[in-house]
């Protein structure tokens, strides 16, 4: 009874959503209040609102905690082992490497003086955005930083943690006093303001369009790769090992970006938050 | 035929009508609360305890080395110092030995020379002693031929003097002296 039920339901669907032919696309890589673990089934998620707002927990929302709770749990691990010994072993190595990268190569050069105080949130950028974007190639998994409200969220932080930075080391008035460059004649003052006042968002707003175009691109490709296989049923066999071969190779590619797009994240965090610290440049 | 049921799943069952540049306004919420969440557990969990002992283990590193370091320059020192003394000592030794030899041979010199001179008093000593005895004996020689010439005469008085006696007391007389 209820079998027929649901069958009906997914006829109606399939029948509704046939018209467009890249949906299945779409609909792997967008948000969703239900996690997918076809063909085993689903779990639905809770809808949830605050102040009128609609908070309901989403597939991207759930993955995102998954990925913070693995970080907490492995971080711990890592911040145990140090009591033990200073002597770095096994998965310590790993995240020491990151963690000294991050520090040496990131955040010390581009921030400077004082670069102790913004290090644990560039770090927390840094291992969250990574972890994300690789959390995107597991299978049933999804990736939180393809949806344009995660990376518009880690921005609109970078945002806040820049003009904080400024605000700190050079004070409310100073900081957007730096912002023009000194000896303007006035009559120019009026170009260069909003100019300035528009540099402070395209720089956030660059972050999460890099960072969201990058991560979802991949996917994309893949998706449509495997689907050029369904697309060309006729030679299935000449379309397969093509399809699939350079799925895996996009899938190898993917790795990569998801490394060098956390590291650019954080870099360019790390490069605008030294820019509003140290003016003078 | 179950790969055409998952291939029309795949590709049919789409849901919702969005798109992907949808900014759902829940999601940015829950990302920051989710986030800074996290930036806080891990500063205090995890960040600061790690930053912590890798600032120690550098600190640890720079200061064994340094001290190595300074080990090593207080050991070359020391080196230094031993060859120093072992050069001077040896020295000190040489000037000993040196000095030693020179006493010995002084001492040689003037044994062998008290020796010598002792000897040649010895000599004198016993020459002088010889002379003195010879002196002695030529002394009691000329009493004695003194007294034998007396004795002589004494027996020529007394016997009656003529002209063969005479002769024959003179002739007794020199045969007497060139017996002595």
């Known amino acids: 009874m209820i079998n027929t039920l649901q069958d009906t339901v997914a006829v109606a669907d399939t029948v509704h959503k046939s018209e467009g032919g890249s949906g299945w696309i779409l609909d792997h890589v967008l948000d969703s209040h239900k996690i997918d673990f076809e063909p085993f089934g689903s779990i639905n998620l809770p809808h949830l609102s605050l102040f009128g707002l609609d908070i309901s927990i989403t597939k991207h929302i759930f993955f995102s905690w998954i990925v913070a709770l693995i970080l907490i749990v492995l971080?711990?691990?890592?911040?145990?082992s140090y009591k033990k010994s200073l002597i770095p072993k096994?998965?310590?190595?790993?995240f020491e490497l990151i963690i000294i990268f991050v520090r040496d190569e990131i955040v010390k050069p581009t921030i400077g003086k004082g670069y102790e105080?913004?290090?644990?949130?560039?770090?927390?950028?840094?291992?969250?955005?990574?972890?994300?974007n690789l959390f995107g190639l597991i299978p049933y998994s999804t990736t939180v930083t393809s949806n344009i409200a995660v990376t518009a969220a880690l921005a609109g932080i970078s945002f806040v943690a820049i003009q904080f930075g400024g605000i700190r080391s050079n004070g409310f008035f100073g900081y957007f006093k730096g912002l023009i460059p000194s000896g303007m004649p006035a009559l120019l003052l009026i170009i260069i303001i909003p100019l300035e006042i528009l540099g402070l968002f395209t720089k956030p707003f660059a972050l999460c369009i890099r960072l969201f175009a990058n991560m979802i691109a991949g996917h994309v490709v893949i998706l449509s790769l495997i689907g050029l296989i369904f697309i060309f049923k006729a030679f299935v066999y000449v379309v397969a090992p093509v399809a699939v071969g350079f799925a895996l190779f996009i899938y190898l590619l993917e790795i990569l970006v998801a490394l060098i797009q956390a590291y650019i994240f954080t870099m360019l965090t790390a490069l605008f938050i030294g820019m509003a610290v140290h003016q003078e440049h | 035929m179950l790969t055409g049921l998952n291939l029309s799943i795949l590709i049919f069952a789409s849901e919702g009508g969005g798109t992907i540049i949808d900014v759902n306004p829940g999601v940015i919420f829950w990302t920051v609360v989710t986030f800074v969440i996290l930036m806080f557990i891990l500063k205090k969990v995890a960040w600061k305890p790690i930053l912590t002992a890798l600032?120690?283990?550098?600190?640890?590193i720079?200061?064994?080395?340094?001290?190595?370091?300074?080990?090593k320059e207080e050991a070359e020192k020391i080196l230094l110092k031993n060859q120093e003394m072992l050069a001077k000592a040896d020295e000190e030794s040489k000037k000993l030995v040196n000095k030693s030899r020179e006493y010995a041979n002084g001492l040689k010199e003037?044994?062998?020379?008290?020796s010598k001179e002792q000897a040649q008093k010895i000599v004198n000593d016993a020459t002088l002693e010889i002379e003195r005895q010879r002196e002695a004996a030529f002394e009691e020689l000329k009493s004695q031929v003194a007294e034998i010439a007396v004795h002589a005469a004494e027996k020529i008085l007394r016997e009656n003097l003529n002209m063969e006696t005479q002769k024959k007391i003179a002739d007794n007389f020199i045969n007497e002296i060139t017996k002595n």
């Open chain 1, 75 to 80: 971080l711990v691990v890592v911040a145990k």
């Open chain 1, 90 to 94: 096994g998965i310590t190595n790993l």
């Open chain 1, 117 to 132: 105080y913004f290090l644990p949130f560039h770090l927390t950028i840094f291992f969250f955005v990574l972890l994300s």
């Open chain 2, 55 to 60: 600032d120690q283990r550098e600190t640890l």
């Open chain 2, 62 to 71: 720079r200061e064994s080395l340094e001290k190595a370091e300074n080990a």
């Open chain 2, 110 to 114: 003037q044994m062998l020379k008290e």
